[in-house]
């Protein structure tokens, strides 16, 4: 009896099974290979299986590893790393303040303006979280900033980084999407910037509305006047533009593929690390060690992630998805409800590789089968996972900003100040469902 009910319902205990060992901690590589090793054999003993099942897992492994589509993660975070040690973001934020300062709210908007041009250059969410926490954070509440807001508005830039290219989960939606990296910068790259704008409109409000939350600076902290603060604007910025172009524009001009981009930004970020004498051994090994661990995590995360998928699909599990999510009310809305609610909660456990790896693989052909367009559902989702490093109580963003906050700055005001930033992203969500062409609009015809 037991037998045929593990038959009749193998794919929704290996789901559950698998959503069991990942919210109670066990790590997320060998959670899923480990499922899918055991319920693989289970099946094999039940008849349900071939014992040839498992001859396919060399092939599935291995082409993991000749994904070059993946080359574009080491890159990326090499560049990203290389940029934020050699003293890009000090020198940002510090130009940027100074050139805002006058104004209400003017220290906030040079944040999300450097949080937007480091998720630009860095594309890592930690690297911006911390440099800004560190150099921003005391200079905000020194001015008389709001403890809450000046949190919330540096953990959510950082998260930028998540969705404006060359933004890592991007690569890894399109490589679990089937589609084109290009294409996904080129869809996301509009949503990116109204969400920016979002940001930039809060704190607007806020300027009008609470002008004691955001304080200009007095006269005596703006240093930088005049045709001083113009020449110290344009040394600053140039040559990270540049490096953006270099980057993006020949990804989006066709003349580079995402790998070899990446490539040139890596260059870039060694070339201007010299050029500000900043490169030296240290530096240099602490970046290539910190992008060997995240590709070593991201790789063996989609090992696992292709042991599960090897058994769950040999189930049938997949058709079990899509009886499940491709019958509900509402047709491809009702599914696209359904489908970022369950994102938006599962984000409060799980990062965004994790999601990227488990669960994209699944909703994917439903999505597809539904008529919906994938670069568009794969920067939907993309906006929606942003949340998982804003989500109290385990965003890990806010984690970063309480790791290099003052004392003064209490874990409540962190978490209190990220909430209004999670409102924006999900009314961010409802703007794309709403008006798809916001994506469609940017890829090529």
């Given at each position: 009896m037991i037998a045929n009910f593990l038959i009749a319902n193998m794919a929704p205990i290996i789901f559950v099974s698998m959503i069991f060992f990942l919210l109670v901690g066990f790590p997320v590589a060998f959670a899923l290979a480990a499922n899918g090793v055991l319920f693989g054999l289970i099946g094999i003993e039940l008849g349900l299986l071939g014992p040839q099942l498992f001859q396919a897992l060399p092939d599935r492994i291995f082409g993991v590893m000749a994904n070059e589509t993946l080359l574009a993660v080491p890159f990326f975070t090499f560049m990203g790393l290389i940029l934020e040690r050699s003293g890009m973001a000090e020198d940002l934020l510090d130009t940027i303040g100074q050139l805002f300062g006058p104004i209400r709210?003017?220290?906030?908007?040079?944040?999300?303006?450097?949080?937007?041009?480091?998720?630009?250059?860095?594309?890592?969410?930690?690297?911006?979280?911390?440099?800004?926490?560190?150099?921003?954070?005391?200079?905000m509440l020194r001015y008389g900033y709001d403890k809450r807001l000046a949190s919330g508005v540096i953990a959510a830039s950082g998260t930028l980084a998540q969705i404006i290219p060359p933004s890592l989960v991007l690569i890894v939606m399109?490589?679990?999407?089937?589609?084109?990296?290009?294409?996904?910068?080129?869809?996301?790259?509009?949503p990116a910037f109204v969400l920016t704008g979002l940001y930039v409109g809060y704190i607007a409000v806020v300027s009008i509305f609470k002008p004691q939350w955001v304080p200009a600076l007095p006269p005596e902290a703006r240093r930088l006047r005049g045709s001083a603060l113009l020449l110290r604007t344009l040394t600053t910025l140039v040559p990270p533009l540049l490096l953006i172009f270099l980057v993006l524009g020949t990804i989006f001009l066709g003349i580079a593929t995402p790998t070899e981009g990446g490539a040139m930004g890596a260059t870039g970020a060694l070339i201007m690390a010299i050029v500000r004498k900043r490169l030296n051994w240290s530096l240099l090994k602490q970046a290539m060690e910190s992008t060997a661990k995240l590709t070593t995590f991201v790789v063996f995360i989609l090992i696992g992630a292709r042991v599960f998928s090897l058994t769950f699909y040999g189930v049938d599990g997949h058709l079990w998805v899509e009886?499940?999510?491709?019958?509900?009310?509402?047709?491809?809305?009702?599914?696209?409800?359904?489908?970022?609610?369950?994102?938006?909660?599962?984000?409060?456990?799980?990062?965004?590789?994790?999601?990227?790896?488990?669960?994209v693989p699944l909703l994917a052909p439903v999505a597809e089968k539904l008529g919906i367009d994938l670069i568009w559902f794969g920067v939907l989702l993309g906006i929606n996972m942003q949340t998982s490093f804003l989500h109290p109580p385990f965003g890990f963003a806010l984690f970063f900003l309480r790791s290099v906050a003052p004392k003064s700055v209490k874990t409540s005001d962190i978490y209190w100040g990220a909430i209004p930033f999670v409102c924006i992203q999900i009314l961010m969500v409802g703007l794309l469902i709403a008006f798809p062409q916001l994506v469609t609009m940017g890829l090529h015809k």
């Open positions: 709210g003017g220290l906030a908007f040079a944040v999300i303006f450097v949080g937007a041009l480091l998720a630009a250059t860095t594309g890592v969410v930690a690297a911006s979280v911390i440099s800004m926490g560190l150099i921003s954070l005391p200079i399109a490589d679990q999407l089937g589609k084109s990296v290009g294409d996904m910068y080129a869809g996301a790259f509009i009886h499940l999510l491709g019958g509900l009310p509402g047709g491809p809305l009702g599914f696209l409800i359904v489908v970022n609610l369950l994102i938006f909660v599962l984000a409060f456990f799980l990062d965004y590789f994790e999601l990227a790896f488990i669960l």
